[in-house]
């Protein structure tokens, strides 16, 4: 498969708790990209975070990766209902290769 | 266009029959992808285009898809003798070049779906 792996696949939390969503991938990276996808359509770009970089921020959305573990994380804070959404990694490997590889995805819903 | 368009949005097709799927890009954007999505998988790689040529086609699973952009703009993603199994929603994406350190503007896909 080409996919990464996500986890969990999904998950189901309260309104104004923390989400957090996990990622591994198999090989060396250029950078890792986040993506939100509402109801099975057009994917939304989040955050990208490159290989040099340990962690990055963007409003209440936190990106880490640790290419030694070939993983990365992202922990949306205060979540809110509009959150509802799958969540997606994805890999630009490095080495010339320019297409990006998604994970599975994580299912989030948040409950009011 | 403001965004990357995608025609039609949906599509119903018998099996063995001939389907077209177009993508128009961002205007100025030179790399263009196509992904598959299956329900409940994540977007699986097909084919990119670096202006109008193929520059990895490595995801295309058989020899029954092909795409082209003839002009370095619209690609046009072909599927021939449809299966049940082709049935997925089809995205492109374009970004301002590949690779580096730039993101992907998606489309909202067509859903293809082989009866």
């Known amino acids: 498969s080409q996919q990464g792996e996500e986890d969990p696949q999904a998950l189901s939390i309260q309104e104004g708790e923390n989400a957090t969503m996990n990622c591994s991938y198999k090989?060396?990276?250029?950078?890792l990209q986040w993506y939100r996808q509402n109801s099975g359509r057009g994917l939304v770009h989040l955050i990208l975070i490159r290989s040099n970089e340990r962690e990055k921020h963007s409003g209440r959305l936190r990106v880490t990766l640790d290419t030694s573990k070939k993983s990365s994380s992202l922990l949306i804070t205060a979540s809110r209902a509009a959150d509802t959404a799958s969540y997606f990694c994805a890999s630009m490997f490095s080495g010339g290769y320019n297409k990006l590889i998604f994970g599975a995805g994580t299912r989030l819903a948040v409950h009011p | 266009g403001a965004g990357v368009s995608q025609t039609p949005s949906n599509k119903v097709t018998e099996k063995g029959k001939y389907v077209e799927l177009r993508c128009d890009p961002i205007?100025?954007?030179?790399?263009l992808y196509w992904y598959r999505q299956s329900l409940g998988q994540g977007p699986e790689f097909l084919i990119y285009?670096?202006?109008?040529?193929?520059?990895?086609d490595s995801g295309l699973p058989n020899d029954r898809f092909f795409a082209v952009r003839p002009e370095g703009s619209v690609s046009t993603l072909k599927i021939q003798r449809t299966e049940r199994g082709d049935s997925a929603v089809y995205l492109c994406?374009?970004?301002?070049?590949?690779?580096?350190?730039?993101?992907?503007?998606f489309g909202q896909g067509t859903r293809l779906t082989v009866v």
């Open positions: 994406a374009s970004s301002l070049r590949a690779g580096g350190y730039t993101e992907a503007f």
């Open positions: 285009f670096q202006g109008t040529g193929a520059a990895d």
């Open positions: 090989t060396s990276i250029n950078n």
């Open positions: 205007s100025g954007h030179t790399a």
